[in-house]
């Protein structure tokens, strides 16, 4: 499965923005799927994590609970970061990732198998 994330840009602090990540190849059918972010001079830090075919449970990391929603896209290869109340420190490259990793090791960069390119997500205050 080959990934593509898109929807990135340039916001103001408060805005919106929805980032979409397209599978190629295949679907997100028996995967889990998870968005990571980069800033620059950081690690990769994960932000959101569901089983995409797994019912409700979806992670987050704190520092974007209640802002960012990650959902399953209107077709099987689409998944959504859907990212409200946006702040200057949210500005990354943001990417997605799909693989199979065990609950507790969701938030690990090094468990998730497929990457795809990032799309870029600047905050301007």
């Known amino acids: 499965v080959q990934l593509q994330a898109s929807g990135g840009g340039l916001v103001q602090a408060g805005g919106s923005l929805r980032l979409s990540c397209e599978a190629s190849g295949g679907t997100f059918s028996s995967y889990k799927v998870a968005w990571f972010r980069q800033a620059p001079g950081k690690e990769r830090e994960f932000v959101a994590a569901f089983v995409y075919n797994g019912g409700s449970t979806k992670l987050y990391t704190d520092s974007v609970k209640g802002r960012f929603t990650i959902s399953r896209g209107s077709t099987q290869n689409t998944v959504l970061l859907q990212m409200n109340s946006l702040k200057p420190e949210d500005t990354a490259v943001y990417f997605c990732?799909?693989?199979?990793?065990?609950?507790?090791?969701?938030?690990?960069?090094?468990?998730?198998?497929?990457w795809g390119q990032g799309t870029q997500v600047t905050v301007s205050s």
């Open positions: 990732t799909t693989g199979r990793p065990p609950f507790g090791r969701w938030t690990e960069a090094a468990s998730w198998i497929n």
